[in-house]
């Protein structure tokens, strides 16, 4: 385990909001969710599944919580679930 910056981004797709609001952020098919430590690397990564959204991830706040973040060898920051409290979301 690693402490993280203050905050760190998440970039989905927009049609994923409304259960990310309500289920926070889940690793679906993989182990962690993945994390970006800027926005234009998570826009990037939301096109990938449509029209993007970047969400604000109060990692700080997270991490003093008691959840783990990691970050790998490709500069991508892991952690298990980011829960809905900690989420900033687009007007």
Same mark, same amino acid.
């Given at each position: 385990?690693?402490?993280?910056?203050?905050? $760190?981004?998440? &970039?989905?797709?927009?049609?994923? /909001?409304? %259960?990310?609001?309500?289920? &926070? @952020?889940?690793?679906? *098919?993989?182990?962690?969710? !993945? $994390? %970006? *430590?800027?926005?234009?690397?998570?826009?990037?990564? &939301?096109?990938? !599944?449509?029209?993007?959204? /970047? $969400?604000?991830?109060? *990692?700080?706040?997270? !991490?003093?919580?008691?959840?783990? #973040?990691? @970050? %790998?060898?490709?500069?991508?920051?892991?952690?298990? !679930?980011?829960?809905?409290?900690?989420? &900033? #979301?687009?007007?």
């Amino acid at each position: 385990p690693v402490e993280p910056p203050v905050i $760190l981004y998440h &970039g989905t797709a927009s049609r994923f /909001v409304d %259960s990310i609001r309500q289920k &926070g @952020l889940l690793p679906g *098919s993989r182990q962690h969710v !993945h $994390l %970006s *430590s800027d926005a234009a690397t998570a826009t990037k990564v &939301g096109q990938r !599944h449509g029209k993007p959204v /970047v $969400l604000v991830v109060q *990692s700080q706040p997270m !991490h003093a919580a008691g959840h783990e #973040f990691y @970050l %790998s060898a490709n500069q991508v920051w892991l952690t298990a !679930h980011v829960p809905a409290e900690f989420l &900033g #979301f687009p007007e």
